[in-house]
């Protein structure tokens, strides 16, 4: 079974700190996708980005970085100069294939605070 | 419509009633998928449909739950004798490809409360 772990609950950081937010991931695919969704306090789920499993090339945009290491199973997002709007709960994804076409299988989510 | 659109956004039911909840895919996307989101935790995968195959209900918690899509478009999600523990927010998304590549698109989801 496939499963993405991301081991911070909650961080908390005061405006424009940069912030790392951890993913790790098991599968036995050798072709893989992986994902960033933001889920701000309104609740609908903001994708962020995606990545194949044969594109190591980190991948920067704007703030927001991300660092894929195939080698250790991570795919880690970091946030630059943080703001307070950047305060939500950020999951990671890992993208299957199952029966007929594929489903996202999500870790618990990194509640994060960035205050003034 | 522009965005996947979720209807009750929230939705309080007593004990052992009945329950739908709707879901409008982005237009002209195939893939759909209902997810539950409980309190403090991820997101559970429930049921996926691709255009007119058969739904995959294999995250379905339940035989109290079930899922339609008509016409390849609007999907029900139905909890039949509600408990408590189906208290959590439903979330729909779809997506215009089939495949690992996808990336979902969510609605606002629906906060259903068993009281």
């Known amino acids: 079974a496939q499963k993405v772990t991301q081991a911070q609950t909650e961080i908390s950081v005061v405006e424009k700190e940069d912030v790392t937010l951890d993913c790790v991931y098991e599968t036995r695919d050798t072709t893989y996708y992986l994902f960033w969704y933001k889920q701000p306090p309104s609740g609908e789920l903001v994708f962020l980005i995606r990545r194949n499993s044969f594109d190591e090339q980190n991948e920067i945009s704007g703030r927001y970085s991300w660092n894929f290491q195939k080698s250790t199973s991570s795919f880690n997002f970091t946030i630059t100069a943080s703001q307070v709007v950047d305060s939500a709960v950020y999951f990671c994804a890992l993208s299957e294939e199952f029966r007929s076409g594929s489903r996202l299988t999500f870790g618990e989510g990194t509640q994060l605070t960035v205050n003034p | 419509g522009a965005g996947v659109s979720q209807s009750p956004s929230n939705k309080v039911t007593e004990k052992g009633k009945d329950v739908e909840l709707r879901c409008d895919p982005i237009?002209?996307?195939?893939?759909l998928y209902w997810y539950r989101q409980s309190l403090g935790q991820g997101l559970e995968f429930l049921i996926y449909?691709?255009?007119?195959?058969?739904?995959?209900k294999s995250g379905l918690p339940s035989d109290r739950f079930s899922a339609e899509r008509t016409g390849g478009s609007v999907s029900t999600l139905t909890i039949q004798r509600t408990q408590q523990e189906d208290s959590a927010v439903y979330l729909c998304a779809s997506s215009g490809r089939q495949g690992r590549k996808t990336e979902a698109f969510f609605g606002q989801g629906t906060r259903l409360t068993v009281v």
């Open positions: 449909f691709q255009g007119n195959s058969a739904p995959d």
């Open positions: 237009s002209g996307h195939t893939a």
